[in-house]
């Protein structure tokens, strides 16, 4: 069973309070984890976000998110490569470990996979050298291909380890069940993963019997129909020893009390995981 | 550009109309092939059907659908092999060369990716042997992986590649570019799949930007961000000749005019393939 004290909340899960009460709603339920979402810091401001985080003891354990070069096209290149060397300092500042890496999606107007995957590459690549730099790990996230039109070309774990192999250091891998667990070879990947070093974070959440919206209806972990315990078990027999972070985006749970969602996703890490 | 006279129309794109009026309407449209489903020729009859196809000088090109093996669980295995076995028979009996093959997805109140694609696999192999007999061909669909929970844990054409390699001879792909368009490998497995000469069947259809619905949005070729040209293109390098399908599950479309729906349908792939 899962130590609550190793659970981290990335801050979408409970998108409609600002830091602060984000922070006060973790602590509140004896959680000592956070990711934070760079709106909401900007909201907060950098220097008073950390106090508040800091003062409630919790650990900034991700921070999101790096990337989507591909968003503005070929003439928004360098602007999304400038964002997300900034998204990379406010990491380093709130003492974030990694920052989630969402290579982007298909360029404006073109249907074209490999373009867009070129491109979004060596946008990476010029963008590691300020991570390395910041001591701020690139968390690459496969997304699950239902988002390849717009938000990650890099869809499976085989991608992102292939990537990472080209990158070299200074990049890794963040694991989400939700976008994985239908991969019989993720289990595989990640094991190739761990023995490269390089399994920076693990997110879960769950896929809901009849998904409404692709993008804003993931379940808490037990609530659906993905093996958390199974990804769970894998990361940690390919040696990763982090923290769990529960990323859940749902507009049904931002509609619900925050304290609530908490202790329904306490309960289901601790009857699942 | 596609000659119209390649284009067949897969049944579920018409969904509204039965068999005689759809037959009606592919033929006014010019079009020369159809792939039925299953419902829709039970409700005409099986030898009326027949009739009614060959009158208008259609071919049939496939037939939907066999497999969904875990979809009643491990007590309902017998009875879906027999369901598999009397699609495959009606599909003998239309001509149809092929039946479209979907394996199924978790099995019911499982979260086991393994024990579906092994339970899955073994009553594909068990049905295989009906399916030689008839002369039919087994076309194994890899569906996108967001229908892994429901409808096929056979979600790469890599593995669908792999499943044919184990079982052999009377097996083969349908490759469906609404499933496939975002793996990077696809090309790859397309090849590998002409090699072995197992280019069944090959789907149409387009992810349209902002899609609402997992099962029910998709668009006409050109409508949306797949690059349906390069896949047809693969597929014709790889030595596939045989019809192009466009087979489109949309609310939105069932709800317009048939007429216009084969208009825009073949304006789409004249302009786009």
Redesign the interface.
């Known amino acids: 069973m899962i130590d609550k004290k190793r659970i981290t909340i990335n801050q979408i899960t409970t998108n409609n309070l600002s830091l602060q009460q984000a922070v006060a709603a973790y602590a509140k339920a004896g959680l000592r984890g956070i990711t934070p979402w760079r709106d909401k810091i900007e909201q907060a401001g950098l220097a008073t976000s950390k106090a508040i985080i800091a003062d409630a003891g919790l650990t900034v354990t991700g921070f999101c998110i790096a990337g989507l070069f591909t968003q503005k096209g070929v003439e928004g290149r360098q602007v999304q490569i400038d964002e997300a060397r900034r998204a990379i300092d406010m990491a380093a500042a709130l003492g974030s470990p990694s920052i989630v890496t969402v290579v982007g999606g298909?360029l404006p107007g073109s249907?074209?996979?490999?373009d867009a995957?070129g491109f979004a590459f060596d946008a990476l690549a010029e963008t590691l050298a300020h991570a390395r730099a910041c001591g701020v790990t690139l968390a690459i996230e496969a997304l699950?291909?239902?988002y390849?039109?717009?938000w990650s070309?890099v869809?499976?774990l085989r991608?992102a380890n292939d990537w990472c192999d080209r990158l070299g250091e200074g990049t890794g891998l963040a694991v989400d069940s939700y976008h994985v667990?239908?991969?019989?070879t993720a289990a595989a990947e990640i094991a190739r993963a761990g023995r490269a070093g390089r399994l920076s974070a693990l997110h879960v959440s769950d896929?809901l019997?009849d998904?409404r919206s692709?993008l804003l209806d993931r379940g808490i972990p037990g609530e659906g129909?993905?093996?958390n315990r199974?990804i769970v078990q894998t990361m940690k027999e390919a040696g990763f020893d982090g923290w769990t972070e529960v990323e859940i985006f749902s507009e049904r749970l931002w509609a619900e009390p925050a304290d609530d969602v908490l202790r329904r996703i306490i309960h289901g890490c601790s009857a699942t995981l």
């Open positions: 298909l249907r074209s996979l490999a995957r699950h291909p239902m390849a039109p717009d070309v869809a499976t991608d667990w239908w991969d019989p896929w019997p998904t692709l129909v993905i093996d199974g």
